[in-house]
């Protein structure tokens, strides 16, 4: 069956960087793409990117270029999200999830997510 | 970007009533590129409704989705009580991905 694990929760301080992994099994990692998505908090989601695991073809939402790098390995059918000067208003619940947008980013809801990766940033 | 407005925020009903459930875009949805989501307190969000009415699978056809261009509807007919979560929207026809806010369906 179709799975994607996260990994575990991580503890950073202001300024800080953290790399959460996706890994998928189940099924052809190389027709899907990855998005990542958070969740701060009582809040709502928030999509912050996309990666196509066929040819590496990122999309990164406005308010996280410059911050955020999304990337594939697909010897290992893992998908990274690093996120770099982290603040405390980062602290928040990160998801991967697949979609099956190969080539560009749009037009294919978001079938199957992770688990979630809790990253909390306090000094 | 385009911005998804959900109502209401929080809707109390009872099991056995209808649910009717607002998503409202600021500029038209390609395609009906609009989907839904349900999320449980603790688990990640599970894609209930994609295409603005096609239903994933496991889901019964007690859910329903529905409308085009900026206005969009999910219906849930005779609640059940594993139907009390947060749903969101989503369009994934442009990017950024947005999603609205959520309405919360609680247990009157």
């Known amino acids: 069956q179709v799975q994607l694990v996260q990994s575990g929760a991580e503890v950073k301080k202001p300024g800080a960087s953290v790399k959460v992994s996706c890994k998928a099994s189940g099924y052809t990692p190389n027709s899907y793409g990855i998005s990542w998505v958070r969740q701060a908090p009582g809040q709502g989601l928030e999509w912050m990117g996309w990666i196509s695991v066929y040819n590496g073809n990122t999309d990164y939402a406005q308010k996280f270029q410059g911050r955020i790098t999304v990337t594939t390995d697909t010897s290992t059918s893992t998908t990274y999200m690093e996120l770099r000067s982290l603040r405390s208003d980062d602290t928040a619940v990160y998801y991967c999830?697949?979609?099956?947008?190969?080539?560009?980013?749009?037009?294919?809801?978001?079938?199957?997510w992770g688990q979630g990766t809790l990253v909390t940033v306090s000094p | 970007e385009i911005v998804l407005t959900q109502s209401p925020g929080t809707l109390s009903l009872s099991p056995g009533e209808r649910a009717t459930l607002s998503c409202r875009a600021s500029?038209?949805?390609?395609?009906?590129?609009l989907a839904w989501y349900q999320q449980k307190p603790g688990q990640a969000p599970r894609l209930l409704i994609y295409?603005?009415?096609s239903r994933a699978t496991g889901f019964p056809d007690r859910f329903s989705g529905s409308g085009s261009g900026t206005d969009f509807t999910l219906t849930i007919t005779r609640l059940e009580p594993e139907d009390f979560a947060v749903y969101y929207c989503?369009?994934?026809?442009?990017?950024?991905?947005?999603f609205g806010q959520g309405t919360k369906l609680e247990i009157k």
């Open positions: 989503q369009q994934y026809g442009s990017s950024p991905f947005t």
């Open positions: 500029q038209s949805v390609g395609s009906s590129y």
């Open positions: 999830a697949r979609s099956l947008a190969r080539i560009v980013a749009v037009a294919y809801a978001f079938d199957y």
């Open positions: 295409g603005a009415s």
